[in-house]
């Protein structure tokens, strides 16, 4: 088992900045991937970044590529996702996940494991 605890999320203005923080615990040496997924109100479950726990591989949503950057922390066992230039549309809580396999980095279904996630609001 694989425990996720995202932190970091809060209100910002347009133009701003987060840094999101996702703890990982319990099973973290068969963890082969994380990203960050976002779901805003009334809206799908959407992939936003993703990076292979080796650190050989960098994935990108298109609406994030340029203004988001995914890193990890190996000896920490923390993801991290540093957000700039936020939008209004960026709004949205903001789920960590964790995978054991080496495929689908960016589609949620084969993720095995999720945080309960973390609110982001932009405000404009």
């Known amino acids: 088992q694989v425990q996720l605890v995202e932190s970091g999320g809060g209100l910002v203005t347009a133009g701003g900045s987060l840094k999101l923080s996702c703890a990982a615990s319990?099973?973290?040496?068969?963890?082969?991937?994380m990203g960050w997924f976002r779901q805003a109100p009334g809206k799908e479950r959407e992939f936003v970044a993703a990076?292979?726990?080796?650190?050989?591989?960098?994935y990108y949503s298109d609406s994030a590529k340029g203004r988001l950057t995914i890193s990890r922390d190996n000896a920490k066992n923390t993801l991290y996702l540093q957000m700039n230039s936020l939008k209004p549309e960026d709004t949205a809580v903001y789920y960590c996940?964790?995978?054991?396999?080496?495929?689908?980095?960016?589609?949620?279904?084969?993720?095995?494991?999720w945080g309960q996630g973390t609110q982001v609001t932009v405000s404009s």
């Open positions: 996940a964790a995978r054991l396999g080496s495929a689908g980095a960016t589609t949620a279904r084969f993720y095995d494991y």
């Open positions: 319990g099973g973290t040496r068969s963890i082969r991937g």
């Open positions: 990076i292979n726990w080796d650190g050989s591989s960098l």
